[in-house]
Each structure stands twice: as structure tokens, then as C-alpha cells.
């Protein structure tokens, strides 16, 4: 299979997650937020958007987060901090598709009840640490 078609059907396979994203994106476009076009992926900031990152679990220290090739950022400037690594969670969209969120939210879970820290022990997160600590080493 050639990497065109791999790269098709992982946009395809992340697509319910996407759209969430688009979703998302499309309100804080109406609320002043901004959009940027990154290779295969589409990034949101501003507006509705800052609310909402900044609102998740681990508040103000989150730059930005993955739905599947969408990621909403809390500005220009936390989007490109966290690009390598957010698109590492693009990878993953692409390889577990609709299992992602389960898969993470589950793993989250895990460590949580057997007293691991929830986001930085997940192995979603421990890959995309990583990855983009060794793609900074590379530059």
C-alpha cells in the first residue's frame, strides 16, 4: 500500500474525532478565535478555544490538545510549543481511530486506581514526551 493511501485511511480512521475538532474550532472561529492550515492538520486558537483548553483537567499548563486532525491550542504561540508533540497524538488518531479516546481515558484510569499520575504516566502521553523531546534533540 502506498503512503498516500496509509495517510487516506488514517484521516478517514481519526474522522469521528476530527469533526469534534472542526466542531469546536468552527464555535471559536465565531467567538474571535483564528485557524492555520499545518501540513494535514488543522489548528484553532483563540476565542471559545483558550476557554476551553484552559478549562480541561490540568487547566492553565495546557498548551493544546489533539482531536484528531484538529488541534486547538490556547494561541499562536502554545500551538507552536506543542506542535511535536501534538502531532505525535495525530499518529496515534491515526493508528487507533475510534479506540483512542477510550484507549486513553481507560489507560488514564488505570494509573489513576493503582496510584500512577493519570496524564504523564499514560503511554499516550509517555510516547509523545518522547518523540518530540527527541525531535527538539534533532534540531
Avoid: K
Avoid at 9 to 29: D, E, K, M, Q, R
Avoid at 81 to 101: C, K, N, S
Wanted: aromatic share 10%; charged share 15%; glycine share 12%.
Amino acid at each position: 500500500m502506498t503512503r498516500t493511501a496509509l495517510l487516506t485511511l488514517g484521516v478517514i480512521w481519526a474522522l469521528p474525532y476530527t469533526l469534534i475538532g472542526l466542531t469546536v474550532g468552527v464555535i471559536g472561529l465565531c467567538t474571535g478565535g483564528r485557524a492555520q492550515v499545518r501540513g494535514r492538520v488543522i489548528e484553532f486558537y483563540g476565542g471559545s478555544v483558550t476557554w476551553l483548553v484552559t478549562h480541561l483537567p490540568l487547566g492553565e499548563f495546557t498548551l493544546a490538545i489533539t482531536l484528531g486532525h484538529t488541534i486547538l491550542g490556547q494561541s499562536d504561540a502554545s500551538l507552536d510549543i506543542a506542535r511535536d508533540h501534538e502531532m505525535v497524538h495525530v499518529r496515534q488518531f491515526e493508528r487507533w481511530g475510534p479506540f483512542m479516546g477510550p484507549a486513553y481515558l481507560l489507560s488514564s484510569l488505570y494509573l489513576w486506581i493503582t496510584g500512577g499520575r493519570p496524564y504523564r504516566d499514560n503511554p499516550f502521553e509517555r510516547e509523545a514526551y518522547g518523540e518530540s523531546e527527541a525531535e527538539l534533540g534533532n534540531r
